[in-house]
């Protein structure tokens, strides 16, 4: 217990942490609520996301919490990653390069009772990072207008997590989170004019809400060593009880006076009804391929923005519904080998997924994903069951007239899988 009690406390250190950075450049973070991160581990995010259907004792999956009930009676796991990214921005003849990189995520994992595993940790659900800026002549004179965008925050979940065997084909499993983030995203105006104002629009709002993920997963032996393993989730779409807010101000040049405007949109962000599907079809320990589906309902979630007259109000038809595509699999040849090339799990994904917001009235970009990696077991005098998780990520996110991104990311991931709740006999 006292061990538990440390692992939860790392884990609210890196909590901190986590909310201090943004693991995105991207301008497109700027609609909705940001960039949807990649909740996956090491062993999702080498073969594209893949989720569902995976159980496994050594590596947590938090995308399915019915694959709790299969961790090992006598370990503890505790799972760590971060990324990091290099992105090319393109628009037209115009190219720019970008870089950051992340912590990503802190999870433990442990078994409670017979059939009964338990999952805490923290996990990404958006991220908002951005600065950039455009120039334009104002027509029929001979200034300019010089807009400049900048955006920072994210939302993360903090979540308990419990998987239970009903019996041996079927388990299910609950995620109880709490969500919590904010963000700022401001808009200035300046004119060449030294005698026109500057015009500001701050856009900010503070989140802290509840998250439910709710998933099965069923095991149907085919005989010897294969098995198929269906698997589905369901997230709960809620209202968040945040009421972001807009702050228009402008400020004389000449006189250096400003005046500022607050207009606040009560209760005016929502998570949507999301639905996930998949198979997985195992070999023993070798082989692992499958499949995913995932639909998220993000059309009937109004969301505010900014009117002509300056205004702000929630608006209909600005987000959209996204699906997602997902296929992956993993190779390891032998599993019992002295050599250490066939022990390694080796991995290999692709995704597709529709945006779920939309640009200046258009459709925003779709996005096209593939990875491969690694699962490389750590040796010590202890135990050989701990993982060092690598994967590299290429993800394209693109839309007609607008910008297009390329995104080359590496993620790195470490399960530690140590015997704590085993007790040892010398006789």
């Known amino acids: 217990m006292n061990k538990i009690v440390i692992t939860a406390l790392l884990l609210g250190f890196c909590s901190i942490n986590m909310s201090a950075q943004s693991g995105t450049n991207s301008p497109y973070s700027q609609y909705a609520l940001g960039e949807l991160a990649d909740q996956g581990l090491g ?9 569902q259907g995976i159980r496994s004792s050594n590596n947590v999956n938090v995308l399915n919490p019915a694959s709790y009930s299969i961790v090992d009676s006598m370990t503890m796991l505790f799972d760590v990653g971060l990324s990091g990214q290099i992105t090319n921005f393109k628009e037209g003849n115009r190219k720019v390069n970008a ?14 009772l017979k059939n009964l595993g338990c999952t805490f940790g923290i996990l990404p659900y958006s991220n908002i990072g951005y600065n950039y800026s455009s120039k334009r002549p104002v027509e029929n004179t001979s200034e300019t207008l010089t807009s400049t965008f900048s ?11 419990l998987g239970y065997r009903l019996f041996k084909p079927l388990s299910v499993g609950a995620n109880f989170g709490y969500l919590w983030g904010d963000y700022t995203r401001t808009l200035s105006m300046a004119s060449s004019d030294a005698y026109v ?5 701050t856009y900010s709002a503070n989140i802290r809400s509840y998250k439910l993920d709710f998933g099965m997963q069923w095991e149907q032996s085919l005989g010897g060593d294969n098995i198929l393993t269906l698997g589905a989730t369901y997230s ?9 807010q807009m702050v228009f101000s402008k400020t004389d040049p000449q006189t250096s006076v400003s005046s500022s405007d607050t207009v606040t949109v009560k209760d005016a962000l929502a998570i949507p009804h999301t639905f996930t599907v ?10 692992l391929i499958g499949a995913d589906y995932q639909f998220m309902k993000w059309s009937n979630i109004d969301y505010p923005i900014s009117t002509s007259d300056d205004d702000y109000i929630a608006k209909s038809g600005l987000l959209m519904d996204r699906h997602k595509v997902t296929i992956g699999g ?3 040849p032998d599993l019992m080998s002295r050599n250490l090339l066939k022990r390694i799990s080796y991995r290999v994904g692709a995704s597709y997924s529709t945006p779920y917001f939309k640009v200046n009235g258009v459709d925003g970009p ?5 990875s491969a990696g690694f699962g490389i077991p750590i040796s010590n005098s202890w135990s050989n069951r701990s993982i060092l998780n690598i994967s590299g990520q290429w993800v394209r996110s693109s839309a007609k007239d607008l910008i297009t991104e390329n995104t080359f990311r590496i993620n790195i991931g470490i399960t530690f899988n140590e015997r704590w709740f085993m007790s040892w006999k010398v006789e």
């Open 197 to 201: 104002n500057t015009m500001t629009k």
């Open 151 to 161: 955006g920072e925050g994210g939302i993360h979940v903090a979540f308990l997590g």
């Open 278 to 287: 998949g198979a997985t079809y195992k070999k023993g320990t070798r082989l």
């Open 366 to 370: 779709k996005e096209y994903s593939v």
């Open 236 to 244: 709960f779409g809620h209202k968040l009880g945040a009421d972001p």
């Open 43 to 51: 062993i999702n995010r080498g073969m594209g996301g893949l989720s």
């Open 99 to 112: 870089n950051n990189a992340d912590f990503e995520y802190a999870v433990g994992s442990f078994r409670m």
């Open 330 to 332: 993993q190779w390891t």
